[in-house]
Nanobody, 123 residues
Framework: QMQLVEFGGGSVQTGGSLRLSCGAS????????MGWFRQAPGKEREFVAA????????YYADSTKGRFTISRDNAKRTVYLQMNSLKPEDTAVYYC????????????????WGQGTQVTVSS
């Protein structure tokens, strides 16, 4: 089993930045592609970004490309999401997850999930 815990959420104003961290225990993350998703009230959970197990390849949603950066440190068992130029529509609970099979963009492809961290962006 793998346990994931997200840190770093909070409240910021439009244009601000936050850095989310996701720490893993149990299984090492080094064999897994890792992803970040978010869920706003009344909406489905949506893909934000993902990174290959080696860190060589990254994937972004159109809405986050150019503003968010995903990275990882396998030795520290940690995945990061640097979020810049935040907008009110980025407000959501952010989840990290470990990808096990299937499309990197779909929630069903991830078996291990953190509990989420709230990000609130005010205008």
């Amino acid at each position: 089993q793998m346990q994931l815990v997200e840190f770093g959420g909070g409240s910021v104003q439009t244009g601000g930045s936050l850095r989310l961290s996701c720490g893993a225990s149990g299984r090492a993350i080094s064999s897994y592609n890792m992803g970040w998703f978010r869920q706003a009230p009344g909406k489905e959970r949506e893909f934000v970004a993902a990174i290959s197990w080696s860190g060589d390849t990254t994937y972004y949603a159109d809405s986050t490309k150019g503003r968010f950066t995903i990275s990882r440190d396998n030795a520290k068992r940690t995945v990061y999401l640097q979020m810049n130029s935040l907008k009110p529509e980025d407000t959501a609970v952010y989840y990290c997850a470990a990808h096990t099979a299937g499309s990197i963009y779909h929630t069903v492809s991830y078996n291990y999930w953190g509990q989420g961290t709230q990000v609130t962006v005010s205008s």
